[in-house]
């Protein structure tokens, strides 16, 4: 199975200041098709978690643009350019490339 | 736009069976767009993927829980279920069912705690 490797587990940023969280893939995700399904999904506490960018740079409809995706194999990116506060909780990668799908560990974005 | 809700009880007792429903609205399960899954997160963990069915009844499990989980579909209730059999404390989770598109994980319900205990 590919690993997916999240970094760090918790980032305690301060409001209106720009965060980055890592997601390294232990195979390549690019798929027969050329595509490369890496995801990244948002829980905020209590939710459940909502898919904000998919295939490596699409944001969902109603993500705000401070978020953005990047990346290319094995290494991707998800930026906030300003963290607010209801950008508080958990972001996970997700490869949807390789069966079976599977997620990351997860990354904690806090307030400072 | 696809809406799932999942249902069933609250607590398992160790060694029995937990079964879960999810009901769709919004688009028919017999569409052929999605694949329908099963995903859970214990308590301050991260998530697991469970397995997930197409319309048609072709099934797919994850490996390590390969052993103790059946889903089926109800295509005439837009319904799919999980049993998960044999449950210990480990099995303990938020569950949720969401719609798979092959590729990703597009649409998911709210999500039910499932306790297990005695």
């Known amino acids: 199975d590919v690993v997916m490797t999240q970094s760090p587990l918790s980032l305690p940023v301060t409001l209106g200041q720009p965060a980055s969280i890592s997601c390294r893939s232990s195979q390549s995700l690019v798929y027969s098709d050329g595509n490369t399904y890496l995801n990244w999904f948002q829980q905020r506490p209590g939710q459940s978690p909502r898919r904000l960018i998919y295939?490596?740079?699409n944001r969902d409809s109603g993500v705000p643009d401070r978020f953005s995706g990047s990346g290319s194999g094995t290494d991707f990116t998800l930026k906030i350019s300003r963290v607010e506060a209801e950008d508080v909780g958990v972001y996970y990668c997700m490869q949807g490339t390789h069966w079976p799908p599977n997620f990351g560990g997860g990354t904690k974005v806090e307030i400072k | 736009q696809v809406q799932l809700q999942e249902s069933g009880p609250g607590l398992v007792k160790p060694s029995q069976t937990l079964s879960l429903t999810c009901t769709v609205s919004?688009?028919?399960?017999?569409?052929?767009?999605?694949?329908w899954s099963w995903i859970r997160q214990p308590p301050g963990k991260g998530l697991e993927w469970i397995g997930y069915i197409y319309y048609s009844g072709s099934t797919y499990y994850n490996p390590s829980l390969k052993s103790r989980v059946t889903i089926s579909v109800d295509t005439s209730k837009n319904q799919f279920s999980l049993k998960l059999s044999s449950v210990t404390a480990a099995d303990t989770a938020v569950y949720y069912c969401?719609?798979?598109?092959?590729?990703?994980?597009?649409?998911w319900g709210q999500g039910t705690l499932v306790t297990v205990s005695s």
């Open positions: 295939k490596v740079s």
């Open positions: 919004g688009g028919s399960i017999s569409s052929g767009d999605y694949y």
């Open positions: 969401a719609s798979y598109s092959g590729y990703d994980f597009d649409y």
